[in-house]
Nanobody, 119 residues
Framework: QVQLVESGGGLVQPGGSLRLSCAAS????????MNWYRQAPGKRRELVAA???????NYADSVKARFTISRDNAKNTVYLQMNSLKPEDTAVYYC?????????????WGQGIQVTVSS
């Protein structure tokens, strides 16, 4: 069992920055791809950014060049640096850990953290 705990959310003005953190409970963190999802009211949950166990990254088109995902395997932590925030970035952000194995997968979710971009 892997527990994920997000932190760093809050209220920020348009154009501002926030850094989300997600701390994992287990040392097996290094075997998992780590992802950030978000869900705005009335919308489906969407993948925002992903980082593989080897450090390759991928981003949704809507956040490219503004958000950066990174991981510190020594601290079992993944980060999402969010710059030039827009009101449409307002959502609950979820940390996700995923490991695909032969015949299945292991997947864990954090509890979610609110990010509000508003003046």
């Amino acid at each position: 069992q892997v527990q994920l705990v997000e932190s760093g959310g809050g209220l920020v003005q348009p154009g501002g920055s926030l850094r989300l953190s997600c701390a994992a409970s287990a040392s097996i963190f290094t075997a998992y791809a780590m992802n950030w999802y978000r869900q705005a009211p009335g919308k489906r949950r969407e993948l925002v950014a992903a980082i593989t166990s080897r450090g390759s990254t991928n981003y949704a088109d809507s956040v490219k060049a503004r958000f950066t995902i990174s991981r510190d395997n020594a601290k079992n932590t993944v980060y999402l640096q969010m710059n030039s925030l827009k009101p449409e970035d307002t959502a609950v952000y979820y940390c996700n850990a995923l490991r695909i194995i032969l015949g299945g997968q292991y997947e864990y979710w954090g509890q979610g953290i609110q990010v509000t971009v508003s003046s």
